[in-house]
């Protein structure tokens, strides 16, 4: 079946510096979506790609989808601590398959 | 504005005892509605997904069950819980359709099992 891989598994970043996360499909996906879970809380939605090559910003998020849209990739210039939390990529249309997500912590 | 409720926020159950954990939507009609399960640090698995009353798909072989007897409710059961259950269970609900799948989760429940 369907498997969406991410990485980093875990990263720790000092404030203020950029921030990663990848993620991989075995198959092409209809459509990549991004969550946030924050410790202790559920995910929220954060915003979806569909069209091969998009980009899109969010203030300090940048969200990319490859070409083949087998790849995706959410970028943080200038972390903060309110970005703490795990970052998930799912793919797929109305089931989703979600990556393994990736920790981020922030030191201040 | 739509909303999602989903109860209780934590629970603490014997090995071999049932389960009924609920999750309802307000403010939107004919929802796909999912269960998904989060081990500690760990990514979702999607157990079970609806796209109407009495239409239930299972992802997982396993020792839970869901059912949805009503449009915007959607209850996940056991009959006799195991260690391997122990986790963090997440309800979510999408618009149906292929252009707006975003899922909007509730706030889930921690089930310790012992």
């Known amino acids: 079946g369907q498997q969406v891989m991410q990485i980093p598994q875990y990263q720790h970043v000092q404030e203020g510096e950029d921030f990663t996360t990848y993620c991989n499909s075995s198959t092409t996906l209809s459509n990549i979506q991004w969550y946030k879970q924050r410790p202790g809380g559920h995910p929220v939605f954060l915003i979806q790609?569909?069209?091969?090559?998009e980009v899109k910003k969010q203030k300090r998020l940048t969200f990319q989808y490859g070409e083949k849209k087998k790849n995706s990739s959410l970028h943080i210039t200038a972390t903060q601590t309110t970005d703490v939390g795990t970052y998930f990529c799912a793919g797929g249309g109305n089931k989703l398959v979600f990556g393994a997500g990736t920790i981020l912590r922030v030191k201040s | 504005s739509q909303t999602i409720h989903q109860w209780p926020a934590t629970l603490v159950q014997p090995v071999g005892s049932p389960l009924s954990l609920e999750c309802t939507v307000e403010?939107?009609?004919?929802?796909?509605l999912y269960w998904y399960r989060q081990a500690a640090g760990r990514g979702l698995q999607l157990l079970f997904y609806s796209v109407g009353i009495g239409q239930i798909s299972s992802e997982v072989p396993q020792n839970l069950s869901a059912s949805r007897p009503q449009d915007r409710q959607f209850i996940l059961s056991s009959k006799k819980l195991l260690l391997s259950d122990s986790g963090f269970y997440l309800c979510a609900w999408s618009v149906q359709g292929p252009t707006k799948v975003a899922q909007h989760f509730g706030d889930g429940t921690r089930l310790s099992i012992l």
């Open positions: 403010g939107t009609s004919n929802p796909n």
């Open positions: 790609l569909v069209k091969s090559g």
